[in-house]
């Protein structure tokens, strides 16, 4: 069921403790929504947790650095920022089919939650759960803000992209004059910032990007060879994203990422108007038009094959 | 003499024809200011026209590709984003010495005009020309809103860095709600789109980058030659000098680029607390807190030389 703000709130209000899920491969909005909510529910005087498939990227430690909660038997299941069970990864099996809450921004959501707080187009989580905060009248602490702030930031590649709202440049515009963030800070740390394997990485980008379908299609692909090679984590990629659809013609950019198991994780972009959510879609995936996720199985040269396959099917 | 937005309004609103100056290497913000204001004359009856020391460059294409008006010998001379004369090139012998109205967002302008609207807190001088417009009741057209965010978004850094304001967001949520100005777009002309030159060139980055000063200071230096051999102009390297201090420990950063008579024009970058406007005002330069810039004559070592000297002092 598709609930409102002030359904959201009587839930919230009513709810007696929570467990917060975030997605596997966790970013700054996630993160921003699980860890500004558990202040918000702080203020209401409701103990909560949040809790991640993965552990959370050292560079939001200035978030995460007071702690998830301590661990609990939770009467309430709250997710934040997942479409789909399948983003929660071990917390699937847990919590998945018990999900009583569920904000969320992305207009793929499966409404696998009992109620669901969708605004599909908001620019972030976070943009939802300041207004849903501000909607309650409930106080926002300066953490509070720096964790939805960075949500924000993050999820428009700092209020760049399309997905990019008025009532985000609103929100930063609030949290800059009321709460006294220090937004150029976090900005450093989420985009200008990174390791020396990671400035070495990006001077390979030429050699790792490749052209397909006329250059209308770019392809970055990282193995896990290449990221022991280069000394970085799967995470420092994240950022990496963007830069798959930096030449003019690239209409859709694509970041293969290795994990782990071998799997493909895949980040789409698109430049102009195409959308790769819907293509994401056919095969599995899901997100936004201008930024989309799957996972593809088998080896790169396959895997590749099969996602131009499905790019040019979009593109015709 | 400093004036506000009540006698800018007069002098606008009784000038009969303008000369609108833009300092020399412009940037998003001088262009986006000087065309801005051109159509915010047009609305009063006002002929005017922009002039620069330098050609604009083709990515601007978007905001001059409708002309900067037609020659004619002009009663009024107004500059935007100039602190001092010096950045006015061959226009500073022309019309330098009798600049009746300056609008500017430089602490470090040198009040050499007339009159002179100096918002010193103000992200851009596109956000004070955005509230002139506001405060004069004069209509604001699409070209004019979309010549306004790109002053402001470039001049940020799309609003990632300290000399944002919240007043910077607001103007940005407004342009969006009211004109429709294709944001993301222009966004990603100013941040993401790169020729193929640059692409190679930023592969070259970690190599041309050297750290002195126990890494504290870092300097990327781009020699003529080395432009030519990339095939790249001079103003294709305007957005690299926020690389010089993508490295966590880094304090300043400095992009020094030889123009074509040999004299480098050097770009600071601050990353954390080092006000860099002060150490380029010892040495002939000026500008902002966290960016700021000037010249340096001499061959390269001798100039790379000079500057760390600079900054060794101003660290101590």
Request: glycine fraction near 10%; charge should be negative; proline fraction near 2%.
């Given at each position: 069921?598709?609930?409102?703000?002030?359904?959201?709130?009587?839930?919230?209000?009513?709810?007696?403790?929570?467990?917060?899920?975030?997605?596997?491969?966790p970013d700054?909005?996630?993160?921003?929504?699980?860890?500004?909510?558990?202040?918000i529910?702080?203020?209401?005087?409701?103990?909560?947790?949040?809790?991640?498939?993965?552990?959370?990227?050292?560079?939001?430690?200035?978030?995460?650095?007071n702690?998830?909660?301590?661990?609990?038997?939770?009467?309430?299941?709250?997710?934040?920022?997942?479409?789909?069970?399948?983003?929660?990864?071990?917390?699937?099996?847990?919590?998945?089919?018990?999900?009583?809450?569920?904000?969320?921004?992305?207009?793929?959501?499966?409404?696998?939650?009992?109620?669901?707080?969708?605004?599909?187009?908001?620019?972030?989580?976070?943009?939802?759960?300041?207004?849903?905060?501000?909607?309650?009248?409930v106080?926002?602490?300066?953490?509070?803000?720096?964790?939805?702030?960075?949500?924000?930031?993050?999820?428009?590649?700092?209020?760049?992209?399309?997905?990019?709202?008025?009532?985000?440049?609103?929100?930063?515009?609030e949290?800059?004059?009321?709460?006294?963030?220090?937004?150029?800070?976090?900005?450093?740390?989420?985009?200008?910032?990174?390791?020396?394997?990671?400035?070495?990485?990006?001077?390979?980008?030429?050699?790792?990007?490749?052209?397909?379908?006329?250059?209308?299609?770019?392809?970055?692909?990282?193995?896990?060879?290449?990221?022991?090679?280069?000394?970085?984590?799967?995470?420092?990629?994240?950022?990496?994203?963007?830069?798959?659809?930096?030449?003019?013609?690239?209409?859709?950019?694509?970041?293969?990422?290795?994990?782990?198991?071998?799997v493909?994780?895949?980040?789409?972009?698109?430049?102009?108007?195409?959308?790769?959510?819907?293509?994401?879609?056919?095969?599995?995936?899901?997100?936004?038009?201008?930024?989309?996720?799957?996972?593809?199985?088998?080896?790169?040269?396959?895997?590749?094959?099969?996602?131009?396959?499905?790019v040019?099917?979009?593109?015709?």
């Amino acid at each position: 069921m598709f609930i409102g703000f002030a359904e959201a709130e009587t839930f919230l209000r009513n709810c007696k403790d929570a467990v917060i899920i975030t997605h596997r491969n966790p970013d700054g909005d996630c993160i921003g929504a699980g860890f500004g909510l558990k202040d918000i529910l702080e203020q209401l005087g409701v103990r909560s947790r949040v809790v991640c498939h993965d552990g959370f990227p050292a560079r939001y430690a200035f978030l995460t650095e007071n702690g998830a909660g301590e661990d609990f038997e939770p009467e309430t299941i709250i997710a934040v920022d997942i479409a789909d069970t399948k983003l929660m990864g071990k917390y699937e099996e847990i919590y998945g089919g018990r999900v009583q809450l569920c904000i969320d921004h992305h207009i793929s959501n499966k409404a696998y939650a009992d109620k669901t707080l969708l605004r599909g187009d908001a620019t972030a989580a976070c943009e939802i759960i300041y207004d849903l905060a501000v909607y309650m009248g409930v106080k926002i602490t300066r953490h509070c803000a720096m964790c939805l702030y960075t949500g924000i930031a993050t999820d428009s590649g700092c209020f760049k992209y399309d997905c990019t709202t008025p009532r985000a440049h609103e929100i930063a515009a609030e949290m800059m004059r009321r709460y006294d963030i220090n937004f150029a800070r976090i900005n450093r740390y989420m985009f200008d910032v990174k390791s020396e394997g990671r400035m070495k990485l990006e001077s390979r980008i030429n050699e790792l990007m490749e052209l397909y379908l006329d250059g209308k299609l770019a392809i970055i692909a990282v193995t896990q060879d290449m990221m022991k090679e280069m000394g970085i984590e799967m995470e420092e990629l994240e950022g990496f994203a963007p830069l798959t659809i930096q030449l003019e013609n690239t209409e859709v950019g694509i970041l293969m990422r290795e994990r782990p198991d071998g799997v493909f994780k895949c980040s789409f972009r698109s430049a102009y108007d195409v959308n790769v959510s819907a293509i994401c879609q056919t095969i599995g995936g899901g997100g936004h038009a201008k930024a989309a996720g799957c996972t593809v199985e088998g080896d790169l040269e396959s895997a590749k094959k099969f996602l131009i396959g499905a790019v040019e099917r979009a593109l015709n």
